[in-house]
């Protein structure tokens, strides 16, 4: 008899990435993240702190640092553990970047030793009584320099950019979100249906997706089953692949080895797997050319009372939507898969349950699996505000320099792909 395991589907989705755009590609070229001050990224908070509470809530800025490693050195720094770290969001690597993170610091008052970092600084704190958590934020305001660009181009750029303030953007997820394999989705695919021994051949292994061709002997290492020397070959950059063979060493079985990873991580490579299949059904919506329209079926977003309404025969009868969709206040959504989300039905139902399937999971794959995840809706579009643009030239050469604020989640390279096209290269973190 075949166990639930060996009915599961793999993630059939090769390329997780934004295969549409809304405006016609003119593929100006351009490069950014040439330089991390080329890319900075300021959080908008939901809240402030109060000034009182067990939690300590911290203003900080990062020079071309990863988020893992902005973690670690705040939680050394603080002497606490990864449980007690909140964090709204995660930041650019390649960037400047500024956020509030949260450390949890009961007892009273508390003085903090100053953190000496040449690439990370505390500019401010302030007690507050509950952990910074995933998504308390409002949004992110970018400042970004794009390289290699005609600065007289400015003009056809700013027109484009207005169009995008009008329409709105697809909130496709961007490149960051898959890891510079793009395969965290696959990594989150056999995590969410136990797979354990397959996710370590993927992460560790030579097989799967493709990587870097320096990583080939440490690769060719764990494949034949030399794992010390694996170990040393990975850098201290490379905490997963490390937890996890220091896992192997101790003779832990596939599961306790991927589980010493740390979860934030486990999690994150989940929800790419959600994330992927987000982007799949909105390439398919923009490719029916349905992604600034409501038909029936959708489960709509209102961005004025945060409320979603499915859409009926008679809600398109009325004639009441058109507008409100004109306006960006009211938008289709896609999922973020879920058993207990709210799903769609009709022609939007059927393009959804194919992407999951396309996915690689079913209705019990996070009942069942390591994270379970209710699922949530995310919106199709997203409102770009605040908007300015303008050129110059500097030591490093010409440029054009664009401004916006997006709303949490939304992601600044998938508006600058639209507005200069696929020529445009994208550094790396």
């Known amino acids: 008899m075949m166990s639930r395991l060996d009915q599961q589907p793999e993630c059939l989705i090769e390329d997780p990435l934004p295969k549409k755009k809304i405006l016609e590609d003119v593929s100006m070229g351009g490069l950014v993240k040439s330089l991390p001050e080329d890319f900075t990224v300021e959080e908008v ?11 300590l809530y911290l203003w900080v800025r990062k020079y071309n640092m990863p988020h893992t ?3 670690s050195i705040l939680q050394s720094h603080f002497g606490v553990g990864p449980k007690c770290f909140g964090a709204a969001g995660m930041k650019d690597k390649v960037a400047v970047t500024t956020q509030m993170v949260s450390i949890h610091l009961p007892g009273g008052p508390f003085e903090y030793p100053p953190l000496e970092h040449d690439r990370l600084q505390i500019l401010g704190s302030n007690r507050h009584l509950n952990k910074l958590r995933r998504g308390h934020l409002k949004g992110n305001r970018f400042h970004i320099r794009v390289r290699q660009v005609d600065p007289v181009k400015v003009t ?7 169009k995008l303030e009008q329409v709105g953007i ?5 490149y960051q979100r898959f890891g510079y394999r793009r395969n965290n989705h696959v990594l989150g695919c056999h995590l ?12 560790l292994g030579a097989t799967g997706s493709s990587y870097p061709e320096q990583q080939e002997d440490v690769r060719r290492l764990f494949d034949a089953g030399d794992y010390a020397a694996a170990l040393d070959g990975w850098s201290s950059r490379n905490q997963a692949e490390r937890a996890v063979l220091r896992g192997l060493i101790r003779g832990d079985d596939w599961e306790s080895s991927v ?33 600034a329209s409501l038909v029936e079926g959708d489960i709509a977003w209102n961005v004025v ?12 009868a009325s004639g009441d939507l058109e507008q409100k969709v004109r306006n960006l206040d009211l938008t289709a959504t896609g999922p973020m898969y879920g058993p207990k989300m709210l799903s769609p039905t009709g022609r939007p139902g059927l393009i959804e349950a194919e992407s999951v399937l396309r996915g690689g999971i079913d209705d019990g794959t996070f009942q069942h699996g390591i994270f379970k995840d209710n699922g949530v809706r995310r919106p ?31 992601y600044a390279t998938v508006v600058l792909e639209e507005l200069l096209g696929s020529g445009l290269v994208m550094g790396q973190g």
Request: proline residues 4%.
């Open 45 to 55: 908070p939901l809240y402030e702190p109060c000034g009182d509470g067990e939690h």
């Open 69 to 71: 490693e902005m973690r």
């Open 156 to 162: 056809t750029v700013a027109a484009r950019l207005k």
């Open 170 to 174: 697809p909130d496709y997820y961007g």
């Open 192 to 203: 969410a249906n136990g797979r354990f021994e397959s996710l370590v051949r993927e992460l």
């Open 259 to 291: 589980m010493s990873i740390e979860h934030h991580t486990l999690r994150f490579w989940q929800s790419a797997l959600q994330s992927a299949i987000f982007n799949d059904v909105l390439d398919k919506r923009i490719d029916e050319g349905q992604l």
């Open 305 to 316: 009372d945060k409320s979603l309404t499915r859409i009926t025969a008679e809600h398109l």
């Open 380 to 410: 199709f579009r997203m409102i770009i505000r605040d908007t300015s643009i303008s050129a110059g030239v500097d030591k490093h050469g010409g440029y054009i320099s664009v401004c916006f604020e997006l709303p949490k989640g939304g």
